[in-house]
């Protein structure tokens, strides 16, 4: 018998590389499909990437993620299985962390449990790593709970950071590893759940 999709919805708030990366590496998978993407922001660029493949979005404020008919609602219509955040910059409300329980991926451009917690994101965690003097920084692709960055690590990979280093040179190194890791980690996982 043939086994159903395992249904992804991709949260983002931005340019979303990292979701268009993870819609390439699904395209063809017989398992898991990106299925909806939902955005906090409706000129966010991963709305276009999103309609360019013809998968459908949501914008849905940042307001209205506070209330659980809304979201859930949507995502139950769609047989969501798991949540993939990429660039999603609100902190995940705990009614649909209960509603997916280990089932939220999350990706972040340190190596938790460095440089993470609310106000840490995108260029801010770079910077702090740069004032630090750090010689390496990474990503860490974990599962979510109900506190910023707190959930279980599923995968870390470094790279190596030059005193010359500025924090966009951070950024484009922690960036490239993010797109090599990230689908095949959440492939990983959800092929590798009972
Ligand atoms: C990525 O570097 C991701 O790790 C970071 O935002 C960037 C989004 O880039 N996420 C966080 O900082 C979450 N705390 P993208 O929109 O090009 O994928």
Known sequence: MQQEKQQIAIFASGGGSNARKIIEYFKNSETIAVQLVVSNKKDAGVLDIAHASGIETLVIHRADFAREDQLLTELRARNIDYIVLAGFLLLVPTYLV?????????????????????????????????????????????????????????????????????????????????????????????????
Do not use: W
């Open 98 to 194: 209960a509603a997916f329980p280990q089932r939220i991926f999350n990706i972040h451009p340190a190596l938790l449990p460095k440089y993470g917690g609310k106000g840490m994101y995108g260029h801010f965690v770079h910077e702090a790593v740069k004032a630090a003097g750090e010689t390496e920084s990474g990503m860490t692709i974990h599962l979510v709970n109900e506190q910023y960055d707190k959930g279980d690590i599923l995968f870390q990979a470094r790279c190596t950071l030059m005193p010359e280093d500025s924090p966009e040179d951070i950024a484009r190194k922690v960036l490239a590893l993010e797109h090599r890791y990230y689908a095949e980690v959440i492939e990983k996982t959800i092929t590798e759940t009972p």
